[in-house]
């Protein structure tokens, strides 16, 4: 028989009796750990993505160290912001982030909706969803800063304007209104792409049974695909909320950089991103710079979490 | 008795703790065609790819048991120098999309690293391309990109791409599921007329397939090699019943 | 028809009027900017625009040529930065996607994505300009590159992904090793899909301003030195905008007109590719 011809060298030892061989059918061959030099290159790559989050976030805290240590909880409560006396507080600028954040949100609502109703429903494919799908990329790929330039120049006297007919003093333009205007179209495609995508996810055999039924076409959206979408359509705002909070160039632009807590829209203000970019040249103390880093870090950790949950919520609906 | 090329002996296979190929003891002689068939989930195309050790790419996949090549214990070598000397013919045509044909014949060589001076290069195309059978269709268009080719020619190219290599054993697994009649029967004469120089280890589907082509006939069955003997002894006697069953197309 | 059904017609109608219009009124604004960039953009824009240095605070004239060269050196230098590690990161995700390390990077690529630009300038910061002594191209562009990251990252794994398990399989089966296999047949097969990756993240940060703002920081000089301050046309025009001179504001529409011809450039090559792309695969 052929296993005449099987030579004996280099037999391991283990497979070496042919009547051991059932007993020990679970004895694997040593699969080759390869460890490449090229596969150590790769997991190095994967592992500096991890590095690099990290390293960003313990960055932001050790230097937010000095402002977390100086003012503790009260960087947060508090409404002074006085750099010639090295006190910092944040609450300011916490309520300008959330008050233009939210305000542009709701302002941005019916806009991105109708877009994604259009895409994710009536217009899927074809001319028309083109024309709206270059409008959403085209709206998403204008930078921020000529979002800002634009809006200074021509929606900010618009704004000025309105206060001055209003009689709303001071009436500078400059403000958390006008702010909130040009944050709610920068977030429009966000939006609208994620409520686009959840509404396409809608099960046609959902839809199918209302049309058997005789419903309208208004009828299987407002009745099916939009409670359906709901959570997903929810989960596309707050991300599109990260988005606004962490936007800077066009607010820094256009709210009016002001440092005390504002009263009303139409006051100039401060977000957490304008105060940053406004003042992080200007800060020559230590506790200046640290104080700075700080809102860095509150900004870190509101857009990650909103990113988050956000996309937690999307992933679920994905699932099912 | 002709020399064995390819011997096991107690080889298993198992995905995670499936036991999908069980003490399979074969011996695969030189220059000869061997047909693994059997119905679908037997564990012929696991064998195969035990065979070149291409099964390891699938995660959690193990083996035990002993595999010789030349008296060389497979399990022993080095995976890469393995495949090197065992080329392989996969069930879908699948030629570098990147590369033109003749690039494609010349694969191996350019993806080992391996340089040669330009006319050993275009020997190397040349007689493969000649072999495989498909030297008269393409020589005027081997700057081409092989996927223009037809899906019968693409596969014979993916056999030229292997012959080109040198290699001792080929191993076809299901070559011809994806083609039509006409190719199909211009790759069986083509694995025919390989036999001269490479030992060919072809799994496939197809009764008559086996019939048609091979010297020596395996049945395997959910995991066994229930019988292993020359094809006409397998086509006209066989010995065990489950054998018997499946090629009167009682089961499969 | 009875009354109700005429009126729940009628009211299917009238919905999609309404989505229309919001449509058309969120298109306004899009055009309107479009607009003022166009015609202030083309008044403002010469020979002498694109090739002179500016000339000093409050005299009339000048160029950009300093902020366009920046831009230009910021944006290649972070391509470079980010290229290979992007690629690389998205070559392991595609290769080892059920590993603990492959989930815990492909999250956090997500989270950088997300991350405020502004918040990666302030770490930029800290990371190159402090040690370094001054603001510098070379920091700019480790921000702009930190930005390019998950989206090249990304289109990366995605485009892998697609290549058919076969290709792989056959040149693994003729012995080539794992690093031939992926440089010689998988990239080479996925190189538009990694190329569309490249200029979408280009597109993402070629306007971007807030991290550049303390790393960069802006030169009124043309700079080539990595480690010296550089200018760029986002910078240039958040500079002139918020300026009170009329020449600089002028000058700004003009900038912010390079700079949309630039990011127009990014996106419809990445359109292309991404034709090249799908039609292969």
Sequence with gaps: ????????????????????????????????????????????????????????FVTLVDKSMLSIRTFGLGFITGTTWDPLNGIFAGFPYIVGTVVTAVLALALSFPFGMSLAILLGEYYRYGWISNILKNLVELLAGIPSIIYGFTALFFLVPLVRQFEVSQGIQPAF?????????????????????????????????????????????????????????????AAGFLLSFGRAVGETMAVTMVIGN??????????PSNTMASIIANEFTEATTKIYLSSLIEIGLMLFIITVLFDLLGKYIINRMRMS | MDSTILSTTGFNAFFSDNHVLKNIAIN???????????????????????????????????????MRLEGQDVYAM??????????????????????????????????????????????????????????????????????FLSGGQQQRLCIARAIAMKPEMILLDEPTSALDPISTSKVEELVVELKANYTIVIVTHNMQQA?????MSAFFYLGELIEYDNTDQIFTNPKDRRTQNYITGRFG | ??????????????????????????????????????????????????????????????????????????????????????????VYLSEYPKTKLARTAGLFVEILQGIPSIVIGIVAYVWLVEPIGNFSALSGSAALAIMMLPVIVRTTEETLKLIPNTLKE????????????????????????????????????????????FTAFGNPFINVNLLQPTHSLPLLIFNYATSPYEDWHRQGWGASLVLIVIILCFSVSSKIFIKRWTVQS
């Design chain 1, 258 to 267: 002001a440092n005390t807590l504002a009263k009303s829209i139409f006051d």
């Design chain 2, 78 to 147: 080095n995976s890469m120098m393995l495949r090197r000397r065992i080329g392989m013919v996969f069930q879908r045509p699948n030629p570098f999309p990147n590369m033109s044909i003749s690039e494609n014949v010349f694969a191996g060589y350019l993806l080992n690293g391996i340089k040669l001076p330009k006319p050993e290069r275009h020997e190397i195309v040349e007689t493969s391309l000649r072999k495989a059978a498909l030297w008269d269709e393409v020589k005027d268009s081997l700057n081409k990109k092989g996927t």
């Design chain 1, 1 to 56: 028989m052929a296993d005449v011809l099987v030579g004996v060298a280099g037999r391991i030892p283990m497979a070496n009796d042919a009547t051991t061989v059932t007993t020990s059918q679970r004895d694997f061959h040593k699969p080759q750990k390869e460890r490449s030099l090229f596969q150590r290159v790769l997991v190095c790559s994967a592992v500096a993505m991890v590095l690099l989050l990290v390293g960003i």
């Design chain 3, 170 to 213: 056959a040149a693994l089966a003729m012995g080539t090793s794992h690093s031939r296999t992926i440089f010689r047949v998988i990239i080479p097969n996925s190189l538009s899909g990694i190329v569309t990756g490249i200029s979408l993240a280009l597109a993402r940060i070629a306007g971007e301003t807030a991290p550049l703002l």
């Design chain 2, 211 to 215: 019939a048609r082509v091979s010297d």
């Design chain 3, 1 to 90: 028809m009875d009354k109700s059904l005429q009126w729940r017609i009628l009211k299917d109608k009238l919905f999609v009027v309404f989505l229309f219009l919001f449509v058309v009124l969120t298109a306004v604004p899009l055009f309107l900017i479009l607009y003022y960039i166009v015609s202030n953009g083309i008044a403002a824009i010469n020979w002498d625009f694109l090739t002179q240095l500016p000339k000093p605070v409050g005299e009339v004239g000048g160029g950009v040529i300093n902020a366009i060269v920046g831009t230009l050196i910021l944006i290649v230098t972070a391509t470079l930065i980010a290229t290979p590690l992007g690629v690389l990161a998205g």
């Design chain 1, 173 to 233: 333009g400059v403000s958390i209104l006008s702010a909130t205007i040009v944050l709610s179209i920068m977030i429009i495609p966000y939006s609208a792409s994620v409520a686009r995508e959840i509404i396409q996810l809608v099960p046609s055999m959902l839809k199918e049974a209302a049309y058997s039924m005789g419903a309208t076409r208004f009828e299987v959206v407002r009745k099916i695909v939009l409670p359906y979408a709901r959570s997903g359509i």
């Design chain 2, 28 to 66: 695969i002689p030189k220059n000869r065609i061997v047909a693994m068939m059997g119905p679908s989930g037997c564990g012929k195309t696991t064998f195969l790819r035990c065979i070149n050790r291409m099964h390891e790419l699938t995660p959690n996949a193990h083996s035990s048991g002993e």
